[in-house]
């Protein structure tokens, strides 16, 4: 006969294992769970340059695509799959409508313990507080 207590307790232990790399920024950064806001000027827009979900997963894959394209081929301008077109561009185009880089992307950020490097060169938004 198995020990199906000790299995439990082995799965337990090896899945608390195998989350260890991510133990260190639970305590260091905040465990409240991201709450990113949106500007006035965003939920006036009502939308982003792609659907929610779509961009919670994959904003960095469509940033990484539109440096890409806009620096390499000088290629600007994005159509979004509603048909409105966007500048292709971290500062004129995502961080106007979030303009709250602090409560908005570091949220997030700041919880997964990222610190995207853009910042070193792009200029950060000026924030009124
Ligand atoms: C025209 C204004 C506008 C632009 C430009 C824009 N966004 Fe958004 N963004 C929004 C709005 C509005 C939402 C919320 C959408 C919703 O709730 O359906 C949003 C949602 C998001 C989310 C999901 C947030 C969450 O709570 O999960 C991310 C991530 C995001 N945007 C990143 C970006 C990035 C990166 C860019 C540039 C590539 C960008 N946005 C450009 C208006 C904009
Ligand atoms: C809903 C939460 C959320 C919001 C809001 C958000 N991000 Fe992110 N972002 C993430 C996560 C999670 C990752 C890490 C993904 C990974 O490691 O695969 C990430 C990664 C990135 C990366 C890649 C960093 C790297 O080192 O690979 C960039 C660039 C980025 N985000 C830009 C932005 C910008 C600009 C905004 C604000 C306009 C923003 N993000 C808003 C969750 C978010
Ligand atoms: C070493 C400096 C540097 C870093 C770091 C950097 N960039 Fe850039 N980026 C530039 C320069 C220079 C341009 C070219 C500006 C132009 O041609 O308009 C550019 C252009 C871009 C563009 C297209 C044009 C525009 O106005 O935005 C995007 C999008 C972009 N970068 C996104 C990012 C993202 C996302 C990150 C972080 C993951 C990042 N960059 C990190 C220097 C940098």
Known sequence: MYDSGKIIVGLIVGIGLLLFPFWPSAGKYSSKAPE????????????????????????MKLLDAWRNE???????????SSGKIYEKSLQNA?????????TFCDQCHNYMGVNPFCWDCHLEPKEST
């Open 70 to 80: 806009a620096v390499r081929q000088a290629d600007r301008l994005y159509r979004s």
């Open 94 to 102: 995502c961080m106007d409508c979030h303009a709250n880089k602090s």
């Open 36 to 59: 990113p806001e949106l500007t006035v000027k965003a939920k006036d827009a009502k939308a982003c340059v792609e659907s929610k979900t779509y961009m919670t997963t994959h904003h």
